[in-house]
């Protein structure tokens, strides 16, 4: 799925993504780290992959919107 960059903390290398409808996903160092990238800028076009999550319950609250019950394990910069 593609994303835009949206914050990213090189210190903890987390950060959000924007979908393409607005919502906003966190993503974590793990996420990151399998990505293979050194830092990230708001506004990069990213792909990102998911992974559902047990218990649902984490999701962040309202404006969850479709990432609801999914984490991100994978964010690389989007190739054309």
Request: aromatic share 8%; net charge negative; proline share 5%.
């Amino acid at each position: 799925m593609q994303a835009t960059a949206y914050t990213f903390d090189p210190e903890t290398r987390s950060g959000s993504v924007l979908l393409d409808d607005g919502t906003p996903v966190p993503f974590d160092a793990a996420a990151f780290d399998a990505g293979g990238l050194r830092l990230l800028r708001p506004g990069q076009r990213v792909r990102i992959e998911f992974a559902e999550e047990s218990g649902g319950a984490e999701s962040g609250g309202a404006g969850s919107g479709g990432a609801a019950g999914r984490r991100v394990t994978l964010v690389t910069l989007q190739t054309f």
